[in-house]
Nanobody, 125 residues
Framework: QAQLVESGGGSVQAGGSLKLACRASKESYSRECMGWFRQAPGKEREAVVVIYYGGDRSYFADSVKGRFTISQAYEKNTMYLHMNNVLPEDTAIYYC??????????????????WGQGTQVTVSS
């Protein structure tokens, strides 16, 4: 069964770091079309860091460039989001997402078909 499960969220002080993990079922894992999204109250869900275009491209939201990175442990079907120097505006629910069928030519929310439940990240100032 296709499934993504996020973990690692919590509360952190501004300037600190967090590492989020996304554990995927075998049928959900994609090294070519997989990434992290987030949604803050009153805002649209947005891409944060996404691997797409057959795995050849990486998208970073302007707001996180230089602060967030992504890594994958293929043997564990796990993807990580490394959050460094976090800011209060990073507060949101963070979601892992994948596209398991067909191509992903853009890192947009609507492209991805499998989503986790999300994990809350709260950054205090």
């Amino acid at each position: 069964q296709a499934q993504l499960v996020e973990s690692g969220g919590g509360s952190v002080q501004a300037g600190g770091s967090l590492k989020l993990a996304c554990r995927a079922s075998k049928e959900s894992y994609s090294r070519e079309c997989m990434g992290w999204f987030r949604q803050a109250p009153g805002k649209e869900r947005e891409a944060v860091v996404v691997i797409y275009y057959g795995g050849d491209r990486s998208y970073f939201a302007d707001s996180v460039k230089g602060r967030f990175t992504i890594s994958q442990a293929y043997e564990k079907n796990t993807m990580y989001l490394h959050m460094n120097n976090v800011l209060p505006e990073d507060t949101a629910i963070y979601y892992c997402a994948a596209k398991t069928l067909g191509p992903c030519y853009t890192p947009e929310v609507a492209v991805f078909n499998v989503w986790g439940q999300g994990t809350q990240v709260t950054v205090s100032s």
